[in-house]
């Protein structure tokens, strides 16, 4: 019965779903759109469920005292202290435990959850993000080597899209006359990005939708159970 | 094969530093093409009537900012410029901060904006693709109240805004999923809304497949350098103007390594070559 139910549950789900796009009139379209609310509910005990999971990952590291242990307390910390200041303070226009905060927002010229979020936070994850530049840039010099024809291909591709994408690509072909504009880097980068590349989207989006629609139809039928756990 | 000799990166790092940093201060002023995609979003926006309603998703986080965030300022000022009122939401959490980070920046440059006439955050909703369908068939029902805790019905931008045929378009700056694909699925495909959206550079190929004959999206903001395209055509060079200088020096740094790395490279199998002879 542990077993039995969920797998029930699923079945019949997914074929109310199912039945309802196509025949989206009563009973099926009202109870595609209950279900539709039931997932938004189950939506925000996720976000919930994310947050416990989080304490419990990070507690258990730093009690058998894992690699980098610290790093880890820093986040709980961290957590901690920023969902204390949402309670107590509130973010933007909506007020917390202790009311808007108006002598402490006077003073920070945010609420302290948002001068957190905007001053410390935002600024780490642009930075993190940034750090990306330097290390593709040292990923495509080593990886950009013209070992094999396909490589070359790669290669060639590559430059062609940078310059493209780049202002000296418009300076180093624009002199070129009407009758060659299709050799205009922007030209030739727009091309391949438009053509080969989305040609090859393309496939991988088919192939990926066609496995799609096998791992659903699997989860309905009640071929595929690992997402009940255990075995 | 013998090991490749290559150059310590750590200079690479310094010159991507001086490249990146440099043109931000010393502004170069390098000239920029529109693209196709870049156009077919402007003509959208311009295409609009006085008083058209577009929901603008935003659906990216601060690590997205730098990319994002400039196309996003270009466009809202276009749709205030054309006095197109717009209804945010956000599919990622922190949107919502993006876009209330977007207004406070766009607040001296229009003083007159009326939050609730002329703009509304509804704010952030979880659940991805189904809260996206979801709002498609009763929008008023999934927010009833926007992000500061307002009666939607007291709203007078929201009034007559039931759904997705009460919207003129949908636009979402997205950094990930939930985000545009998404929205193409249920606004366009199941709706019939004109759908554009932005996103990152390196998720733009992705994106790419949706503009096609059916219009599943009308054109993208792909990456900065859209954002930059964007600025051009409404003669409002911003952020991310100065941001392309950066972004090409960067690229021409990468390809001249891209370069010195093949030369040691074959110069190296040459030598191999010889030393086995």
Redesign the interface.
């Known amino acids: 019965m542990k077993r039995k139910l969920p797998l029930l549950i699923t079945f019949t789900v997914g074929i109310i779903l199912i039945i309802s796009e196509f025949i989206p009139h009563k009973p099926f379209g009202q109870l595609s ?1 209950e279900l ?2 039931w ?2 509910i189950i ?2 005990f ?2 919930l469920l994310g947050q416990l999971s989080l304490f419990k990952v990070n507690i258990i590291k730093i009690k058998f005292k894992q690699r980098d242990w610290q790093f880890y307390v820093v986040t709980l910390l961290s957590f901690i202290f920023m969902v204390t200041l949402g309670f107590l303070w509130g973010t ?3 007020a917390g435990i202790l009311g808007h905060g108006e002598s402490i927002s006077g003073a920070m010229g945010y609420k302290p959850f ?1 001068f957190l ?2 001053n410390v ?6 930075t ?3 750090l990306l ?2 290390f ?3 990923a ?3 990886a ?4 094999t024809v396909e490589s070359n291909l790669l ?1 060639a591709a ?2 062609l899209v ?2 493209g ?4 690509g ?2 180093l072909t ?1 002199w070129l006359p009407d009758s060659l504009k299709f050799l205009h880097l ?1 030209n030739v980068s ?1 091309f391949i ?2 053509f080969p ?2 040609a090859g ?2 496939a991988i ?1 088919i192939g990926a939708g066609l496995g799609i629609i096998g791992s659903s139809l699997r989860i309905i039928l009640g071929i595929e159970r690992s997402y009940l756990g255990g075995e | 094969m013998g090991k490749t000799k290559q150059i310590d990166r750590r200079w690479l790092f310094l010159l991507i530093f001086i490249g990146v940093a440099l043109p931000l201060i010393f502004t170069i002023g390098l000239p920029l093409e529109t693209s196709e995609n870049v156009q077919m979003v402007y003509d959208l926006v311009e295409s609009m009537p006085k008083g058209s309603k577009a929901l603008i998703s935003f659906d990216y986080d601060p690590a997205s900012m730098p990319e994002l965030h400039p196309m996003a300022k270009a466009l809202l000022k276009h749709c205030f410029d054309k006095e197109i009122d717009l209804i945010f939401t956000a599919m990622w959490p922190m949107g919502v901060q993006m876009a209330e980070d977007i207004m406070a920046q766009l607040q001296d440059d229009y003083p007159d904006l009326v939050y609730g006439e002329d703009y509304v955050n509804l704010g952030f909703k979880a659940g991805g693709m189904i809260t996206i369908q979801s709002m498609g068939k009763n929008l008023r029902k999934i927010f009833p109240e926007d992000m500061n805790g307002n009666n939607i019905d007291e709203l007078p931008i929201m009034e007559g805004i039931n759904n997705f045929n009460n919207i003129s378009f949908v636009f979402s700056l997205s950094a990930g999923a939930p985000g545009i694909k998404e929205w193409v699925q249920i606004a366009h495909d199941a709706y019939g809304r004109p759908t554009s959206g932005g996103v990152t550079g390196v998720s733009a190929p992705a994106m790419l497949p949706y503009i096609n004959e059916q219009q599943q999206l009308t054109g993208l903001l792909a990456g900065l350098k859209a954002a930059a395209e964007y600025e051009t055509l409404l003669q409002a060079p911003g952020t991310a103007t100065s941001g392309m200088d950066s972004q090409s020096i960067a690229h021409l740094i990468i390809i001249i390594f891209i370069i010195i790395g093949n030369i040691n490279y074959w110069r190296n199998k040459r030598a191999e070559k010889k030393g086995g002879k």
């Not at chain 1, 936070?121 to 642009?126: D, T, V």
């Not at chain 1, 950009?144 to 070992?147: A, E, K, V």
Request: without cysteine.
């Open positions: 759109g539709e609310i997932f938004l939506s925000g996720a976000i933007g226009n909506s948002d979020f905007h936070y935002q600024h780490l994850q642009a993190m993000f940034s530049a330097f593709i840039a040292s495509a010099y080593r950009f080597i013209g070992r290669l590559a430059v940078m310059l994408n780049t202002t000296f418009v300076l624009g922007p727009e990005m438009t590349t989305t989207q393309r989006m």
